[in-house]
């Protein structure tokens, strides 16, 4: 054992004391730091898979976002498609050269002929001979002024009037008239009064292209308040028919179905008339091609079961919007929207690595259940299977069509939230067992609101809910007259309807 020396002892001594006075006081007072920094850091590590999660949602709302404004990218669309539907190897039979020509008028259609003869050769002056007709025929218009000059009537129009002298007579001494006198004298006759008609709704027009195209093209000045009278004189008109399409509608969504579908529309506040709500909903027939189109309407509930009608033995084919869950007995859900929500997703650019693998596994099974689906459908209203047939696919498919719905650890909150509302809804995914007629998708309401939306974009909306109101007549008849009979003249069509009186 080492005896230490009194100097030695006397100098540990004073770095023992330096230490538990100086020293041990600055360690402590670092490590309490470094302890309560070191809580704080561990606070905010804990929120950062939240914070994460929000930014990867932020991020994909932003490419929603960008998507509405400026459209998808559709090489990552494209490359999604041929990954679950590869095209088929079948090559698709040559038109014939004869197809893409006009066909030959026949000999009562035509209004002019034009021969062009030559009598010498431009090269040396001499008569030719062995002369040869050759015919061919030229699909014109005539020249605007003559278009504008012929097109454009107007009718002096005299009203004879005059008095009954019968004095036993219920009108005696009171003047009788041949027709109304109007109010004005210079009025719209008839067939301008369908024309403007034909512009706003067919061609989806704004007043001022109205304007302009019947001042260009027939050479007549109409102003937009003139317009808007006129396509509320022709809603009236229509009014017999509109009231048909919603009991046809009401029962044909008893018997067969209807597709309903909603999207925005600006309805203004003015006068005495208030807006009832900035949408627009449509009805459709499963079978027909007859719709309802309501201008001018919140997008409430309420709106939905007026536009359904009687609930009792309703059906509907719809999205899973809320205001459409209890609607109606028979219910089938579109299998389209969360197949391209699921696309999106799987297509999106802002997710990487697990959550990227996820989303594609997710898209793939979800489209090859409904890929079978549409097959099975289809099976069904051939009788290709028996009860037990049937059965048996319906418990194939509902089985993997859950294992759809099982989460993993790598769900970005948008597939969770997708995965949650099949869960919900699955029953309603295959009603189409039970009904067969009906679609899988609801893209018939969504073609048929597409018209809505290019009205939108041009007239951004009604300035008032008496011009939604109008607009409601006259979509629902025109569309329902044009889109049922395709290859009829509007004209003939929109007469039809104004002379409706009912059944």
């Given at each position: 054992?080492?005896?230490?020396?009194e100097e030695?002892?006397?100098k540990?001594?004073?770095?023992?004391h330096?230490?538990?006075?100086?020293?041990?006081?600055q360690?402590k007072?670092?490590?309490?730091?470094?302890?309560?920094?070191?809580?704080?850091?561990?606070?905010?590590l804990?929120?950062v898979p939240?914070?994460?999660?929000q930014?990867e949602?932020?991020q994909?709302e932003?490419?929603?976002?960008?998507?509405?404004?400026?459209?998808?990218?559709?090489?990552?669309?494209?490359?999604?498609?041929?990954?679950?539907?590869?095209?088929?190897?079948k090559?698709?039979?040559?038109?014939?050269?004869?197809?893409?020509?006009?066909?030959?008028?026949?000999?009562?259609?035509?209004?002019?002929r034009?021969?062009?003869?030559v009598?010498?050769?431009v090269?040396?002056?001499?008569?030719?001979?062995d002369?040869?007709?050759?015919?061919?025929y030229?699909?014109?218009?005539?020249?605007?002024?003559?278009?504008?000059?012929?097109?454009?009537?107007?009718?002096?129009v005299t009203?004879?009037?005059?008095?009954?002298?019968?004095?036993?007579?219920?009108?005696y001494?009171?003047r009788?008239?041949a027709l109304?006198?109007p109010?004005?004298?210079?009025?719209?006759?008839?067939?301008?009064?369908?024309?403007?008609?034909?512009?706003?709704?067919?061609?989806?027009?704004?007043y001022?292209?109205v304007?302009?195209?019947?001042?260009?093209?027939y050479?007549i000045?109409?102003?937009?308040?003139?317009?808007?009278?006129i396509l509320?004189?022709?809603s009236?008109?229509?009014?017999?028919?509109?009231?048909?399409?919603?009991?046809h509608?009401?029962?044909e969504?008893?018997?067969?179905?209807a597709?309903?579908?909603?999207?925005t529309w600006k309805?203004?506040?003015?006068?005495?008339?208030?807006?009832?709500?900035n949408?627009?909903?449509?009805?459709i027939?499963v079978?027909?091609?007859?719709?309802l189109?309501?201008?001018?309407?919140?997008?409430?509930k309420?709106?939905a079961e007026a536009?359904?009608?009687?609930?009792e033995?309703s059906?509907?084919?719809?999205?899973?919007y809320?205001?459409?869950?209890?609607?109606?007995?028979?219910?089938?859900?579109?299998?389209?929207?969360?197949h391209?929500k699921?696309r999106?997703?799987?297509?999106?650019?802002?997710?990487?690595?697990?959550?990227?693998?996820?989303?594609?596994?997710?898209?793939k099974?979800f489209?090859?259940?409904?890929?079978?689906?549409?097959?099975a459908?289809e099976?069904?209203?051939r009788n290709?299977?028996?009860?037990?047939?049937r059965?048996k696919?319906k418990?194939?498919?509902e089985?993997r069509f859950?294992?759809?719905?099982?989460?993993?650890?790598?769900?970005p909150?948008?597939l969770?939230t997708?995965?949650e509302?099949?869960?919900?809804?699955k029953r309603k995914?295959?009603?189409?067992?039970?009904?067969?007629?009906?679609?899988?998708?609801?893209n018939?309401?969504?073609?048929?609101?597409?018209?809505?939306?290019?009205?939108?974009?041009?007239?951004f909306?009604?300035?008032?809910?008496?011009?939604?109101?109008?607009?409601?007549?006259l979509?629902?008849v025109?569309?329902?007259?044009s889109?049922?009979?395709?290859?009829?003249?509007?004209?003939?069509?929109?007469a039809?309807a104004?002379?409706?009186?009912?059944?």
């Amino acid at each position: 054992m080492i005896k230490l020396s009194e100097e030695e002892v006397r100098k540990r001594l004073r770095k023992l004391h330096n230490y538990e006075k100086i020293k041990h006081p600055q360690l402590k007072e670092r490590s309490d730091r470094l302890r309560e920094e070191n809580k704080v850091l561990k606070k905010e590590l804990a929120k950062v898979p939240k914070l994460e999660k929000q930014v990867e949602k932020l991020q994909l709302e932003l490419e929603e976002l960008r998507a509405m404004k400026f459209g998808r990218k559709r090489r990552n669309l494209k490359i999604m498609a041929k990954t679950v539907f590869p095209r088929s190897t079948k090559k698709s039979e040559k038109r014939a050269p004869e197809s893409y020509r006009r066909p030959i008028p026949a000999s009562d259609q035509v209004t002019d002929r034009l021969r062009l003869e030559v009598e010498l050769c431009v090269e040396c002056g001499d008569p030719l001979s062995d002369k040869k007709d050759h015919i061919h025929y030229r699909e014109d218009l005539k020249r605007a002024a003559e278009l504008v000059a012929e097109a454009k009537r107007i009718v002096e129009v005299t009203i004879e009037s005059g008095v009954c002298k019968n004095k036993s007579c219920s009108v005696y001494g009171k003047r009788e008239f041949a027709l109304a006198i109007p109010k004005h004298n210079v009025i719209l006759g008839e067939n301008l009064r369908q024309f403007v008609v034909y512009l706003t709704v067919m061609q989806g027009q704004s007043y001022t292209e109205v304007t302009q195209a019947l001042q260009h093209q027939y050479g007549i000045t109409i102003s937009e308040g003139q317009i808007a009278n006129i396509l509320e004189g022709e809603s009236r008109l229509l009014t017999p028919y509109y009231n048909f399409l919603v009991d046809h509608l009401e029962a044909e969504s008893k018997s067969v179905g209807a597709h309903y579908d909603e999207t925005t529309w600006k309805t203004q506040s003015r006068g005495d008339t208030v807006s009832e709500g900035n949408y627009c909903w449509i009805k459709i027939g499963v079978q027909s091609a007859h719709q309802l189109i309501w201008f001018g309407k919140s997008r409430g509930k309420g709106v939905a079961e007026a536009l359904r009608g009687d609930k009792e033995l309703s059906i509907g084919v719809s999205d899973d919007y809320g205001s459409y869950r209890h609607l109606f007995d028979h219910h089938q859900l579109c299998w389209a929207h969360p197949h391209r929500k699921l696309r999106d997703l799987a297509s999106s650019g802002n997710l990487k690595g697990q959550p990227k693998k996820v989303c594609e596994q997710a898209f793939k099974l979800f489209a090859e259940v409904y890929k079978k689906s549409r097959k099975a459908r289809e099976k069904i209203r051939r009788n290709d299977w028996s009860v037990e047939q049937r059965t048996k696919e319906k418990l194939k498919l509902e089985k993997r069509f859950e294992s759809l719905l099982i989460p993993t650890n790598h769900d970005p909150e948008k597939l969770k939230t997708i995965r949650e509302s099949l869960r919900k809804n699955k029953r309603k995914y295959f009603a189409f067992f039970l009904n067969p007629e009906l679609p899988l998708d609801n893209n018939k309401a969504e073609r048929a609101i597409r018209k809505v939306v290019l009205k939108r974009k041009k007239s951004f909306g009604c300035q008032s809910q008496k011009g939604a109101d109008v607009l409601s007549i006259l979509y629902s008849v025109v569309f329902s007259l044009s889109q049922e009979n395709p290859d009829q003249n509007f004209f003939v069509l929109y007469a039809i309807a104004a002379e409706f009186e009912g059944q």
